[in-house]
């Protein structure tokens, strides 16, 4: 049978969606920085509270004018109305399971836990910095890194002055922890 003939189902849309994130490990929390877990649920604000009915309103308006099989306002609407859902459930599930998590407490400390941004030097001479933040947050483009990622397994609970062991899949690399900061809390 022709793919054009089949219906496309909602939970492959939610496969796609979810696979575009690296799944939760299993018995583990969603873990997020209070900035993060705001983002997600303006977000989910914002498509419930403003793109959705306005999207709404556009398919209810192409619907009128008849024809819907050639009326491309009504064949966008509705798939944009898919994404938006689909993207909504998303938010809401992963929010459900959030754990927030406030790194402004570890300010001060030399050990590196949930949203401290660390300094090492890998065994090439390398420096970097990471921030460690949620799987929904983390955005490697700004230096970020998830919490499940294997830099942040290996740095975890180690601290200034540590070595700790990189398994990549070009071998095993050094690291060397040289500094640990934390966001100030405001006040």
């Known amino acids: 049978m022709s793919k054009a003939f089949t219906k496309e189902s909602d939970a492959a849309d939610d496969d796609d969606e979810l ?24 977000e989910l604000f914002e498509l419930i509270d403003n793109e959705r009915p306005k999207i709404v309103d556009i398919v209810h308006w192409a619907a009128s004018n008849g024809d819907r099989s050639e ?21 809401t599930k992963r929010l459900e399971i959030a754990e927030v998590v406030d790194p402004t407490v570890h ?20 420096e970097r910095s990471v921030t460690i933040m949620g799987i929904d947050e983390a955005n490697s483009a700004e ?11 290996a740095l975890l609970k180690s601290r200034v002055g540590d070595e700790v062991a990189l398994q990549t899949p070009g071998g095993v690399r050094m690291l060397e922890v040289v500094e640990v900061r934390y966001p100030e809390a405001q006040g």
């Open 143 to 153: 230096g970020q890194v998830s919490w499940i990622s294997p830099v942040a397994r």
């Open 19 to 42: 696979g575009a994130l690296p799944p939760i490990p299993a018995g583990s929390k969603n873990y997020m920085t209070p900035r993060g877990y705001q983002s997600l649920r303006d």
């Open 71 to 91: 009326n491309g306002d009504y064949l966008y609407g509705k798939k944009r109305l898919r994404e938006i859902d689909r993207r909504i459930r998303f938010l």
């Open 107 to 126: 300010a001060g400390s030399d050990q590196v836990f949930f949203g401290a941004t660390v300094t090492y030097v890998e065994d090439d001479g390398t």
